[in-house]
């Protein structure tokens, strides 16, 4: 038994680095190793011979091609191959010996047939246009070997070859024409198209179709006419007639991806729909009119959709209209849609989603209410192929009439609608939501808790009625706060221990989430008012002012309060009588606007302030926090003991200012003056205890 120390070094032996033995063996060293019977000497050869000088390996390697070996035989057909991908980025002097070189062994015909066809394998790896072609030529021409050879050429798809092809043309026969013109046929350029075209007249049918088809793949127009004359002239009892049409069809289409004749593309195609009759081609022409053409092809879409004999290709012309992705095609589209019966109309559901907008939204609706099963099931398969946030809620009108396989289709489109939507538009937010339910409501149990992660990134008020069942699978607390609040006001008396377990939760959120930010989230709901409760705003103010205010001394003027306030009297200030401005209601999420008393007492609104006073009730003494956002600066009062002041020239933000009080149990009186230098003027309050939650108060009417 070897030992591990020994077996450790005849295993480096053997992957001793090419370096190595590159210093080591000589070329007759390794072509030694070559033709011997040892696998691992065959390694060592195809590892290192490609490596050597290839002039100087070339001719000890093409005796081993011939082997009776096959190993070998492999082992030097891949060397060859090596050396004659390494020569293709040779010098152009050594690369062209190389060549000259195969040329020579490739026409000795003392070589086994096997070595001569690896050697012109290698020749179409590495032939260029600068090859002298005369033993390709020659080669090309003997019975025997002209497959091989046309194979190689085409392979090696350069112009010398395609012209090596052409030039064989003239000196065979009409049967042998047909292979050497189907290899033209798969060439990129081809030198001899003039040639090719007179062939158009041979008295072959099969030299005719392989001429054709070389035109064809050209792409070239100049010969289209012939073509189609051609075709015409061609019985229909002819086999081959229908390879003729085919390569008309396929000219047009060449024509058109090459950026030719847009307008004699566009004729081509209209020839085919009047006067070929093989169905296929016809529909293939069809849909070329949708794919490259323009909204001057619909009138001929059209012709063919109101003419009941045509009924077959009907679908194409559906499908063409699909493919006309141009804004120029809307239009017209969606008057010819008016022309057609609704059982057609259906068709164009494709179109009408692809464009994604109104006016195709409301024929879509239109088309959902008066066609029934198949209505809505091609309605489902053209929102499978371009998911829209538009079309999402005309999902529920559809589900009722789909089998499971079908709904399970409509899971899959949904989710990538919601995987299109990278960025969201705001306008765009309340689809995305009700996407979101829609998905729920479908999907398989197991993915219910992912799209519940989507639910919560976009809330709508219809989400309540999905999440309510859930609140007993899943941790309210983890629910965002547009969801909690807009299942708080939906809950009645029937949720009363639920809806009480959410007033919590929205308290805590309110006291450890930025209220701007909650703000912003939920600025449409319909619930603003409850809103301002539920957040501790104070909602019901009493207004005084404006009074004329010196931004120099701003709060040196105390206006004669505090004082017992009587809301029912004039106050009088400077000889002048001011009214109370009674029970006035806070606007949107919670805030006072002032700039109305300006207005009413025709004053204007710059180096002024007003007064706001309220009462409201605590059931016991507590501490609390005053969250004061105002517009200009302010000065607080609790129960007329002046607490804070802060003359400023800012926008109001709310929450700007916290500042601790003290509530006594029972009534309590807050009166705040409210400054301004120019511009807006309003103001916001909030009372919350200690720890941020809003506090709990009611506002005592006065």
């Known amino acids: 038994m070897l030992t591990p120390l020994l077996t450790l070094i005849l295993i480096i032996s053997v992957i001793q680095s090419p370096a190595d033995y590159d210093r080591a063996l000589s070329i007759e060293q390794l072509v030694g190793k070559l033709n011997s019977d040892n696998p691992q000497e065959h390694a060592i050869a195809r590892q290192l011979l490609p490596l050597k000088p290839p002039m100087e390996v070339l001719p000890k390697i093409i005796p081993a091609l011939g082997s009776d070996n096959p190993d070998i035989r492999g082992v030097a057909k891949n060397i060859l191959f090596d050396i004659t991908n390494r020569m293709t ?70 112009m010398l070859s395609a012209k090596i092809l052409c030039d064989s043309l003239s000196l065979l026969s009409d049967e042998e024409k047909v292979a050497i013109l189907l290899g033209l046929y798969q060439m990129e350029k081809v030198p001899c198209i003039e040639e090719i075209a007179m062939l158009l007249d041979n008295p072959m049918m099969p030299v005719k179709v392989a001429s054709a088809r070389v035109i064809a793949n050209t792409g070239s127009v100049l010969y289209a006419s012939k073509l189609l004359d051609m075709c015409k002239s061609t019985p229909e009892t002819e086999p081959l007639c229908q390879e003729l049409w085919d390569a008309y069809v396929r000219l047009a289409e060449k024509s058109a991806l090459k950026g030719g004749n847009w307008d004699y593309t566009m004729f081509m195609y209209r020839n085919i729909i009047e006067n070929c009759k093989i169905p296929e081609l016809v529909e293939s022409a069809i849909i070329g009119l949708g794919r490259y053409g323009d909204e001057t092809v619909i009138p001929d879409l059209e012709a063919i959709l109101l003419n009941s004999e045509k009924e077959i290709f009907h679908r194409a012309v559906f499908h063409a209209i699909k493919m006309l992705n141009i804004p120029s095609a809307t239009q017209p589209i969606l008057k010819l849609c008016s022309k057609l019966p609704k059982e057609k109309q259906i068709y164009l559901l494709p179109f009408l989603i692809q464009r994604n907008n109104e006016e195709g939204k409301t024929i879509v609706q239109n088309l959902l209410k008066e066609t029934g099963t198949n209505g809505k099931r091609m309605f489902l398969n053209a929102f499978y192929e371009t998911p829209s946030l538009l079309y999402v809620d005309y999902i529920p009108s559809i589900i009722e009439t789909l089998e499971e396989p079908e709904k399970q289709k409509l899971v899959e489109c949904l989710w990538r609608v919601i995987a299109s939507c990278h960025e969201v538009e705001e306008s765009d937010k309340q689809l995305m939501g009700r996407a979101n339910l829609y998905l729920f409501k479908l999907c398989p149990p197991e993915e219910r808790e992912m799209v519940l992660e989507e639910i919560k990134k976009f809330p709508v008020p219809e989400t309540v009625d999905v999440l309510l069942p859930e609140l007993g699978k899943e941790d309210p607390k983890n629910l965002p706060f547009p969801l909690l609040f807009e299942l708080y006001n939906t809950l009645n008396d029937d949720n009363k221990e639920k809806r009480n377990q959410i007033y919590e939760i929205l308290r805590e959120q309110l006291a450890t989430i930025s209220l701007e930010k909650i703000l912003g989230s939920i600025s449409n709901s319909k619930n603003l008012p409850q809103f301002c409760s539920l957040a501790g705003f104070v909602n019901k103010w009493n207004l005084l002012g404006p009074f004329p205010w010196n931004t120099q001394t701003p709060f040196d003027e105390n206006y004669g309060f505090p004082q017992p306030v ?131 108060f009611n506002i005592k009417p006065l």
């Open 89 to 158: 980025k040779a010098e152009k002097s050594e690369k062209e010996q190389y060549i000259n070189a195969l040329l020579t062994y490739f026409a000795d015909t003392s070589l086994i047939d096997l070595s001569r066809e690896y050697i012109l394998k290698a020749l179409s790896f590495i032939v260029d246009d600068e090859t002298p072609p005369e033993i390709l030529q020659k080669t090309l021409l003997e019975p025997l070997w002209r497959e091989k050879v046309r194979t190689a050429l085409v392979e090696n798809g350069t």
């Open 566 to 696: 009587s809301l029912d009297s004039p106050y009088k200030y400077n000889d002048k009588d001011y009214v109370w401005k009674k029970d006035v209601s806070t606007e949107g999420w919670g805030y006072v606007g002032l700039m109305g008393l300006c207005s009413q007492s025709s004053t204007d609104c710059e180096n002024v302030c007003a007064f706001a006073y309220t009462k409201i009730e605590v059931s016991e003494d507590t501490s609390a926090f005053a969250c004061i956002g105002s517009d200009d600066g302010f000065r607080l009062w609790i129960n007329q003991e002046e607490i804070t002041n802060k003359h400023v020239d800012r926008g109001m933000r709310v929450d700007e200012d916290k500042v601790g009080v003290h509530l006594k149990k029972g009534e309590n009186e807050i009166l705040l003056q409210i400054t301004q230098i120019k511009g807006g003027w309003n103001f916001c309050f909030r009372l919350t205890d200690t720890s941020g939650k809003p506090l709990i």
